[in-house]
């Protein structure tokens, strides 16, 4: 009886260390993810480049990110999705310290594409992972996973502009992020030391059924189109929103990195309520209706053209659709529980076929036309989503 105690309350911890673990990987994703777009402006100096090719960045990010998540979906459910996270997560912090040295722009795109094999590897089987082994509360812990999130990508922009205002280089704050990470890392390889207590699920699908199965579905189709035109939202907005205010409404550099913050404020805040809106109301209901009144206010704001409005109603825009991505995770792995990493392998494929595209392509269009055409069109990406929900089932497969 005593044993057994013991050996629950092992359990107990080893689950806390795991889910804190990995939520800090996350956190310190979320942190390079957003720390970008206030350095643009000055990676765009230093380097003489247009603002398509600024956002080659994160395209060449995305290239890595959609290689590495087409293998996981093919590998996902047969190797240890822990091993492959450090893996992923070790390369993230070499990449993050190549970049603080790359002396050349040419040089800077290639590590952005092994930056985004070491990045994605870990965000998409992170979700997969808690999944796995939090089956029972993997909603909840899934939306605490993205608030994570959340809160270090609105940290990032912070911690940029304050670095930058304080006289560093742009390189020295990736590197710096990469001396913190390293703790992380090993606090993440120890949580695993105690993972022999945590019950794990078995597979009972064939090695290529499972991926084959899922690819003739058609709502996982749906969902990736759905996660596509979203994250292309997203991304476009997260990249370019800081240039957007202190270029095109010259507002200061201060207010510019503050609009990312405060959208992630919205993004944090809409990730921590879902999940209990969620208990009384259907998904495909909550992203149908918030998807087009997001995409409304954040009209309204772009088209006042003033800053604080924009701000204002770019915040009610992530209040709002903040939770899509946890949402479309939850809806997947509920329907094909027992291949929870071939379908969040999925739909990052589609995450990142929409970031390789939609970044730079709202820069292509500032660039020839207009920064305020460039930034409605990332805000029309969000409103097709309206159309796509009419098709989109939460029942389980």
């Known amino acids: 009886m005593e044993s057994e105690k013991t050996k629950n309350i092992q359990s107990e911890n080893t689950g806390l260390l795991i889910r804190i673990s990995t939520y800090l990987l996350m956190f310190s994703f979320a942190i390079s993810a957003t720390m970008l777009s206030p350095m643009m402006p000055e990676i765009i100096k230093q380097f003489s480049i247009k603002l398509s090719q600024g956002g080659l960045i994160l395209t060449l990010q995305s290239v890595g990110g959609i290689l590495v998540v087409a293998l996981a979906g093919i590998f996902a459910d047969r190797l240890s999705k822990s091993r492959l996270i450090l893996l992923g997560f070790s390369l993230y912090i070499l990449c993050l310290y190549l970049i603080s040295i790359a002396p050349l722009f040419s040089v800077l795109l290639a590590v952005s594409f092994f930056f985004g094999l070491g990045s994605r590897l870990v965000d998409t089987l992170s979700n997969a992972y808690i999944s796995d082994i939090f089956p029972e509360k993997k909603g909840r812990y899934l939306n605490i996973l993205h608030s994570v999130f959340g809160v270090g990508a609105l940290i990032g922009p912070i911690y940029t502009r304050v670095l930058l205002d304080s006289g560093f280089a742009w390189q020295q704050i990736f590197r710096f992020l990469g001396y913190a990470s390293l703790p992380i890392l090993l606090l993440f390889y120890l949580s695993q030391r105690g993972r022999n207590v945590i019950i794990h699920k078995e597979n009972h699908l064939g090695e290529q059924e499972h991926l084959t199965t899922l690819l003739r579905n058609k709502q996982i189709w749906l969902l990736s189109i759905i996660m596509f035109f979203y994250v292309g939202h997203q991304s476009g907005i997260m990249l370019w929103i800081p240039m957007y205010i202190e270029t095109y409404l010259k507002g200061s550099a201060f207010l510019a990195s503050l609009a990312l913050s405060i959208y992630w404020v919205g993004m944090i805040i ?4 879902f999940s209990y809106i969620t208990r009384n109301h259907k998904n495909s209901v909550l992203i149908k209706w918030t998807s087009l009144i997001g995409s409304i206010l954040l009209f309204i704001g772009l088209y006042s053209k003033q800053t604080w409005l924009v701000i204002i109603f770019l915040a009610l825009s992530g209040l709002l659709t903040g939770a899509f991505i946890p949402l479309l995770i939850d809806v997947a792995s509920s329907k094909y529980p027992r291949n929870t990493g071939a379908a969040t392998s999925i739909l990052y494929f589609s995450l990142n076929t929409s ?6 392509l709202v820069g292509l269009i500032a660039e020839n036309i ?6 409605l069109f990332a805000t029309a990406s969000l409103s097709i ?3 796509f929900t009419y098709f989109m089932k939460d029942e389980e497969a």
């Open 270 to 273: 809409s990730r921590m309520t």
């Open 355 to 360: 970031i390789m595209i939609f970044p730079w």
């Open 370 to 375: 207009s920064f305020q055409w460039g930034m």
């Open 385 to 387: 989503i309206f159309f």
